[in-house]
């Protein structure tokens, strides 16, 4: 089949190889010139495990193009695929959708013969009837129709996910449309994947009552976390005790300084703006946003207990920039809150991420960057962890406690065990652990 997918972004890039792996052509457009021009050189804009070969291999076997030019490309498509960004906008949360419209006007103008329109992108309940209607008004004529196809995957597992998701969900009421989807998603027959047919506002719905369902799972177990640290429990021990309960699930139980990224806090905020609109505000969601964006300077408050109540004039070394480990990604990294709190009272930072510092540099102010963990704990007062990046995990401990100044350890992702680093003499904070 004749793929085009307008956006390459995340979802776009990722989707727009993968598509092309499962055997079908695919053509990702972006008005983003320099970066078609880096993607025709084989160059990733992102860091994402595994999508330099992906796009390597498709783009050598004559299935995956790049260019800045809709028009060959939508014209011959039998399914476009709207993968724009849907950033909050200011000031009320609720999602920007003016790309996602942009993207189907240049569609309306473009298409010929029966084409499906698919969003990919994360859009409010509603969004797919916006879009029938302004390429309807523009194109009396055309046959097509318009289907919602939300996407799951996560950063840092993004081929993984796509490749062999838990359910793929359609949105759609068309027969003709509903057999391309079919096709489209045929390779993922074989591992004999669930495919949710739905309407298209149904569909719409689960991507975000997905995200925000997993966004209050992690501030569930971050609040018990919280309970843990005042009563002598152990949140781990709590995540897996609830966690093998089928029900629960033990996946996104693992405390830490609150969730970031490009889709949570996004995400969360404008399910939180379409429930008050239609007069249903989700109160569990609502507190879930407050609850989170308090956690980061709570986190904050963290370190400076850990390191008796005053940063001033001390040196804290950072291990761990990014939102998570795997990417590049520093949207609404904890981080972002972190770093500049404890500048605020006083405190130099340095910091080190193996992915995470060319995004960082623009985004945080006055920190000193170091070049590998052990350059950045040299002679510092405390280290803390905020991501738990691999290469963080087995970290030589003497080496480091003879480069730290004091021995104080903040882990914020319970990375290390608390016994282990009481015995090799750190004065070790972790999150909801005795
Ligand atoms: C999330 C969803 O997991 C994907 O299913 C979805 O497709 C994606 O958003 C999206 O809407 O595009 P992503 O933002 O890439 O994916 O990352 P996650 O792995 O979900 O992590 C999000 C945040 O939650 C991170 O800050 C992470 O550190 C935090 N987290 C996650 C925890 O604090 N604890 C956990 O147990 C799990």
Redesign the pocket.
Same mark, same amino acid.
């Given at each position: 089949m004749r793929v085009t997918m307008i956006g390459t972004g995340y979802?776009g890039l990722v989707s727009g190889a993968c598509f092309a792996d499962f055997g079908h052509t695919v053509t990702c457009v972006d008005k983003d010139a320099a970066k078609i021009a880096r993607l025709q050189k084989g160059e990733i804009p992102i860091f994402e495990p595994g999508l330099d070969e992906l796009v390597k291999d498709n783009v050598e076997q004559g299935r995956l193009f790049f260019t800045t030019d809709p028009t060959q490309a939508i014209k011959q498509a039998d399914a476009v695929f709207i993968a724009v960004g849907t950033p909050s906008r200011r000031g009320d949360g609720h999602a920007d959708l003016s790309y996602v419209y942009g993207a189907a006007e240049e569609i309306a103008a473009l298409m010929e013969g029966y084409t499906v329109v698919v969003t990919k992108s994360?859009v409010p309940v509603g969004t797919g009837d916006e879009v029938e209607a302004i390429i309807k008004k523009k194109r009396p004529d055309a046959q097509f129709a318009v289907v919602s196809n939300p996407? #799951?995957?996560?950063?840092?597992a993004a081929i993984n996910d796509f490749k062999r998701p838990d359910r793929v969900v359609v949105g759609t009421n068309d027969e003709r449309a509903h057999e391309v989807m079919r096709d489209l998603y045929r390779p993922l027959s074989l591992n004999e994947t669930p495919m949710i047919f739905t309407e298209r506002r149904t569909s719409e719905l689960i991507k975000y009552a997905?995200?925000a369902f997993?966004a209050m799972k992690?501030t569930f177990i971050n609040e018990i976390a919280d309970l843990c640290e005042e009563v002598g429990a152990n949140v781990q021990e709590v995540a897996k005790g609830i966690g093998l309960d089928n029900r629960i699930g033990r996946k996104?139980?693992?405390a830490?300084p609150g969730?970031?990224?490009?889709? #949570?806090p996004k995400?969360t905020l404008a399910l939180m703006k379409t429930a008050r609109d239609y007069k249903a505000p989700i109160e569990l969601i609502e507190t879930t946003v407050r609850v989170n964006t308090a956690r980061k300077q709570k986190m904050a408050q963290k370190i400076v207990d850990a390191l008796d109540g005053n940063v001033a004039g001390k040196t804290i070394a950072v291990l761990g920039l990014t939102?998570?480990p795997n990417t590049d990604d520093m949207r609404d990294a904890p981080a972002l809150d972190i770093v500049p709190t404890l500048q605020a009272e006083g405190a130099k930072v340095r910091a080190f991420d193996p992915e995470g510092m060319t995004e960082a540099k623009h985004m945080l102010k006055d920190v000193q960057f170091a070049s590998g963990p052990y350059d950045c704990v040299q002679g510092a007062d405390a280290v803390v962890f905020i991501t738990e990046w691999d290469q963080f995990r087995a970290l030589d401990l003497d080496r480091l406690k003879d480069a730290l100044k004091t021995p104080v350890v903040i882990d914020l992702r319970n990375i290390y065990r608390p016994h282990e680093m009481a015995a090799k003499g750190f004065r070790y904070v972790s999150v909801g652990r005795p």
């Open positions: 979802v994360t996407e #799951f995957l996560r950063e840092g997905a995200n997993l992690i996104f139980l693992n830490g969730y970031g990224g490009s889709c #949570f995400d939102f998570k």
